[in-house]
T-cell receptor, first 111, second 109 residues
Framework: SQTIHQWPATLVQPVGSPLSLECTVE??????LYWYRQAAGRGLQLLFY??????ISSEVPQNLSASRPQDRQFILSSKKLLLSDSGFYLC??????????FGQGTRLTVV | KNEVEQSPQNLTAQEGEFITINCSYS?????LHWLQQHPGGGIVSLFM???GKKKHGRLTATINIQEKHSSLHITASHPRDSAVYIC???????????FGQGTRLTINP
């Protein structure tokens, strides 16, 4: 069965520190992978998506980057966190006409 | 303008009422998803639609491809239905999954 793992669940990081959030998928191959952010009281905003290894599309210019070093691995990174990077980060995978699957999310607080 | 618009943004109703949440989109899609988000942030997939109608228990989702509109209906609503309901579309050409802003539903006993 298809599963998606995202970690950590919560993270508190100082301003200026680096960030690495990892998402891995099991039970499928060549999935489309997505990173979203949800600020407090807001909807889920698409940050990056990937349709294949090494292929990254960025939706919103910002302090973050994404990489897909393996077929079922999607990483969200920052070299230096800002206070405004705080929020709930969600990883997902889907295909054109299949069900979507979601990680449990990471609540990031930048202090 | 957002590619996906939901209405209403907030909805409060009494237990037992019939609930309708609407979703309109402005792009060509291959599929539309209805999702449920609980206070902890976790997201559960309710339906995936590419045409017609689907029903699961007290929940029904419909989609009109020509009008680019979908609705989620809840019959005999219950306080445990209180959550944020989100419409998301798979944009066909780009293969990106875009979320609406969500509808916060509160069902009072």
């Amino acid at each position: 069965s298809q599963t998606i793992h995202q970690w950590p669940a919560t993270l508190v990081q100082p301003v200026g520190s680096p960030l690495s959030l990892e998402c891995t998928v099991e039970g499928t191959s060549n999935p489309n992978l997505y990173w979203y952010r949800q600020a407090a009281g807001r909807g889920l905003q698409l940050l990056f998506y990937s349709v294949g290894i090494g292929q990254i599309s960025s939706e919103v210019p910002q302090n973050l980057s994404a990489s897909r070093p393996q077929d079922r691995q999607f990483i969200l990174s920052s070299k230096k966190l800002l206070l405004s990077d705080s929020g709930f980060y969600l990883c997902a995978w889907a295909r054109l006409v299949t069900e979507a699957f979601f990680g449990q999310g990471t609540r990031l607080t930048v202090v | 303008k957002n590619e996906v618009e939901q209405s209403p943004q907030n909805l409060t109703a009494q237990e037992g009422e019939f609930i309708t949440i609407n979703c309109s989109y402005s792009v060509g899609i291959s599929a539309l998803h209805w999702l449920q988000q609980h206070p902890g942030g976790g997201i559960v997939s309710l339906f995936m639609l590419s045409s017609g109608k689907k029903k699961h228990g007290r929940l029904t989702a419909t989609i009109n491809i020509q009008e680019k509109h979908s609705s989620l209906h809840i019959t005999a609503s219950h306080p445990r239905d209180s959550a944020v309901y989100i419409c998301a579309v798979m944009v066909g050409g780009a293969q990106k999954l875009v979320f609406g802003q969500g509808t916060r539903l509160t069902i009072n006993p």
